[in-house]
């Protein structure tokens, strides 16, 4: 099945500054990659996603890159700020419907 | 639209008591799915439905685990006996389509089991 490993698991940035969170997935069949959110106490949200057929897609201050042929994908935060705190998981979509998740990273935005 | 929801969203129970979490997907989703969030192991995912039939079960972690979706607009987790190391949250989520179709999953607020 489908392994997604996320690095790193925490990450502290100023304010401001940029934020990058990295995956990679093992499964070459995969074509759907989403970014989740999860705030303290809350439910995981989409925040962006991309598929196969892209390299990359921009929304507003984050954006996700996708290299299939390294089965690496990354988000990119920029101009971090505090609401920006919190856990990110990144996923992957192989046969079927099935989305593995990776481990998290918790992001800290210090004033 | 009300999302998906979940009931219990917490409930403390002893060791060997049934536990039975329930979910509602959103209207019109196809898919359903069962995670389990810890610490330790993150998300992981338990079991999910396409169209009310269960598609993937290798999540489950024993056979004291099991799910049920006897329609589109209802679903069960059952833990029976229940033990310590199933304290986590239960996120219910589901999707509009499976196969290729979109795969935003929509989350529940989660059920938050603690078993002493």
């Known amino acids: 099945g489908e392994n997604v490993e996320q690095h790193p698991s925490t990450l502290s940035v100023q304010e401001g500054d940029s934020a990058v969170i990295k995956c990679t997935y093992s499964?070459?069949?995969?074509?759907?990659f989403p970014w989740y959110k999860q705030e303290l106490g809350k439910r995981p949200q989409l925040i962006i996603d991309?598929?196969?057929?892209?390299g990359e897609k921009k929304d507003q201050r984050i954006a996700v890159t996708l290299n299939k042929t390294a089965k690496h994908f990354s988000l990119h935060i920029t101009e971090t700020q505090p609401e920006d705190s919190a856990v990110y998981f990144c996923?992957?979509?192989?046969?079927?419907?099935?989305?593995?998740f990776g481990t998290g990273t918790q992001l800290k935005v210090e004033l | 639209d009300a999302g998906v929801i979940q009931s219990p969203r917490h409930e403390v129970t002893e060791m060997g008591q049934e536990v039975t979490l329930r979910c509602k997907p959103i209207?019109?989703?196809?898919?359903l799915f069962w995670y389990r969030q810890t610490m330790m192991r993150g998300l992981e995912l338990l079991i999910y439905?396409?169209?009310?039939?269960?598609?993937?079960d290798s999540g489950m972690p024993e056979d004291r685990f099991s799910a049920k979706m006897p329609n589109a607009s209802f679903s069960t987790l059952k833990i029976q006996p229940s033990e310590p190391r199933d304290s986590a949250v239960y996120f219910c989520?589901?999707?509009?389509?499976?196969?290729?179709?979109?795969?935003?999953?929509?989350f529940g607020e989660g059920s938050r089991l603690t078993v002493l």
């Open positions: 439905f396409n169209n009310n039939v269960p598609i993937d």
């Open positions: 989520a589901s999707s509009p389509g499976g196969g290729g179709a979109s795969g935003e999953l929509f």
């Open positions: 991309i598929r196969s057929n892209v």
């Open positions: 499964d070459s069949a995969s074509n759907y």
């Open positions: 996923a992957a979509r192989g046969g079927g419907n099935k989305l593995t």
């Open positions: 209207s019109g989703h196809n898919s």
